[in-house]
């Protein structure tokens, strides 16, 4: 090593192959904890990442725009509160220029009949050629989207309960926003399977003009909104909020707060627990094998403490020892983490469907820029904390009872 | 101003509940530039007396004076700074750092005591060639015989030029003519200003030197300077 490497941090360094089986060991300790802690933070973001990608492309795009205190007020007659004229508020959400897609809808409950079959459903009215482009994640079983105005799409359990597939007929009743039943015939032309039991079983979507002819209305209830990515929502939603007063908007993650956040704080704590036990393991395979390196060396240490050597050099001596023990474990983890990450795991992780899901998943692992820093930063502070209190048992020892160690 | 004032000191432990003494009222004095053998039977408090006046450890009772100052008196820091400074120590088990050369070896104490790298150097070079070692100042420990080990544990303490040499068994593990040739050099050491304090169950080591305390059940026996 070079001359302006500073003396502690070179013998440190050298110090690390003093006993190579049991720094191997060591490394071997945290590489594995560091591994595990990268590729189990990928996997949960994978799957975060999927079924954030899955709520806001089947359902919810970035978030709705809606009128003010829709969802917080009880409103007698919530068409009457609903958005009269779309096409203004369209150009003035996509004026923001956060805002790069509007999807009008308006949602209602209807009775779904076939034959002497009779169930309550909740429709969507959309604009399906605007949607398709977006709504990526409707995953049609059967059929296809909407593509005319005498259409309807039916969710998979739904289908099933009404015993119809693409080419049926079924009626659909609904009360007008007058209150007068009102009833329309609509062909099925898919079954769609998003994975969501609650969504799969209940909802339909037929075309956006059809609905407002249905109910009777030409208003809109909400828009739901694509904009360029998740991070940009709080700038998007800022700029929707100055453009149009009157409305207010909310985010996939809390129109969805049932599953969604729900499920992020489950796996989130999931996480933190499992990272808890990685570094356990790594504290505890690191306190062992320093406190015995440390007792081997007692005697040297002992006859350098009575050359003069002070307590506190050899302390930052021995903690710089960990310190590289854990960094290049740390980095040795990473490693290995993105080679499993780009052989074992390159075609994903086949997982089972999780609790309110029917669709089995794919999870790729997704690590990302401060994943490694913590797979790096982690092992380095456990390994550090774990051998501070042999070294500094040790340095703290009277020098006569260090020399009779060995 | 004598090296080291030992008065009537008292040193001892407890072993599965009894007290042990190892020093009873143990009274000598060393001048600079000696060159003194502790000798006496195993168990005798030689290695007690030896970290006692290399400052690892304090008396019970009585009173130590290095260079005039009360040991007790000093402080933890104070006594480290001391034994950097002016007392260089010598192990029978050496206790090189394996991983460092001969030459970076001798030169680890120099850093903490101000020395810049190629000052360090050019001393610590010094000291190998007059033990006989530069030749293998890149080497590691565990590439030198017993001999050269030992030799190496002097030079990291000559390096420092202590007052005083502090050594148990130095010659323990040397060969007949690897002990005289060290013994050689603490000899010419010792017209340097170096003292030198051994504790030695070695006649030939005890032969050389000018004043022989002799240690029994923790008690001077004699004191005997030729």
């Not at chain 1, 990928?42 to 978030?63: A, K, S």
């Not at chain 1, 009008?104 to 079959?117: H, N, Q, T």
């Not at chain 1, 081997?296 to 930052?316: Q, V």
Request: with cysteine.
């Amino acid at each position: 090593m070079s001359a302006f490497v500073p003396p502690v941090l070179k013998l440190a360094w050298r110090n690390l192959f003093r006993n190579t089986r049991r720094t191997s060991a060591s490394l071997v300790t945290v590489a594995l904890g560091s591994a595990g802690l990268l590729i189990y933070q990928g996997f949960n973001e994978g799957i975060m990442n999927q079924y954030r990608e899955n709520t806001i492309r089947v359902r919810y795009g970035h978030g709705q725009v809606y009128p003010k205190g829709y969802y917080d007020k009880k409103i007698e007659e919530p068409w009457s509160v609903w958005i009269e004229d779309r096409e203004a508020v369209e150009s003035k959400l996509k004026a923001t220029g956060h805002v790069l897609e509007v999807y009008p809808r308006v949602s209602f409950y209807a009775f779904l009949v076939k034959g002497g079959i009779n169930l309550g459903g909740r429709g969507e009215g959309v604009i399906a050629e605007r949607e398709r482009k977006f709504f990526t994640a409707m995953n049609f079983e059967a059929g296809h989207d909407l593509q005319s105005p005498d259409e309807v799409i039916l969710g998979q359990g739904l289908a099933k309960s009404l015993g119809v597939g693409p080419g049926d007929l079924v009626t659909a009743l609904a009360q007008t926003v007058r209150g007068q039943l009102n009833g329309l015939e609509l062909k099925v032309a898919g079954i769609f399977h998003t994975g969501s039991k609650e969504f799969d079983d209940s909802f339909f979507r037929i075309d956006l003009a059809a609905a407002q002819g249905l109910l009777d209305t030409n208003r809109v209830e909400h828009f739901a909104v694509q904009i360029p990515n998740v991070e940009a929502w709080p700038q998007a939603s800022a700029a929707i909020a100055k453009a149009v007063p009157e409305l207010e908007t909310k985010p996939f993650d809390e129109l969805d707060a049932v599953y969604y956040k729900n499920a992020v704080a489950f796996l989130d704590s999931q996480f933190s627990f499992i990272r808890s036990i990685l570094l356990l393991i790594i504290a505890l395979g690191i306190f062992n094998t320093i406190a015995t390196g440390l007792l081997e060396r007692a005697g040297e240490i002992g006859a350098l403490r009575a050359n003069g050597e002070s307590r506190g050099r050899l302390f930052r001596i021995l903690a710089i020892e960990s310190a590289l023990l854990g960094l290049v474990g740390g980095a040795a983890g990473i490693g290995l983490a993105v080679i499993l990450d780009k052989t074992l795991f390159k075609a994903g992780i086949p997982m089972p469907p999780g609790p309110g899901i029917t669709r089995q998943f794919r999870i790729f692992l997704e690590i990302q820029g401060q994943h490694y820093l913590q797979a790096l930063s982690l092992p380095l502070i456990t390994t550090v904390i774990a051998s501070a209190w042999p070294i500094w048992r040790l340095v703290r020892k009277p020098i006569p009872e260090l020399l009779r160690a060995n | 101003m004598a090296l080291y004032e030992v008065e009537r000191v008292e040193y001892g432990y407890r072993w599965e509940r009894q007290d042990v003494s190892v020093l009873k009222g143990v009274t000598i004095e060393i001048p600079e530039k000696s060159f003194v053998c502790l000798v006496g039977p195993s168990g005798s408090g030689k290695t007690t007396l030896l970290n006692l006046l290399g400052l690892l450890d304090r008396p019970h009772q009585g009173r130590i004076r290095f260079l005039g100052r009360d040991v007790a008196a000093l402080d933890e820091h104070t006594l480290g700074r001391l034994r950097l400074a002016d007392l260089g120590f010598v192990f029978q088990a050496f206790y090189l750092i394996p991983t460092l050369s001969v030459l970076e070896n001798t030169t680890y104490f120099l850093a903490p005591l101000g020395l810049g790298i190629r000052e360090a150097n050019e001393r610590g070079e010094e000291v190998l060639k007059a033990l006989g070692l530069i030749d293998h100042r890149h080497k590691r420990p565990a590439e030198l015989s017993g001999g050269q080990r030992q030799r190496v544990a002097i030079a990291r303490a000559l390096a420092k030029r202590p007052k005083v040499i502090l050594a148990d068994e130095p010659t323990a593990n040397l060969d007949r003519e690897t002990a005289e040739s060290i013994i050689g050099v603490f000899k010419e050491m010792q017209k340097t200003g170096v003292s030198f304090v051994f504790s030695t169950h070695d006649t030939h080591l005890v032969s050389y030197a000018e004043t022989v305390f002799s240690l029994k059940n923790g008690i001077i026996e004699r004191g005997v300077s030729t």
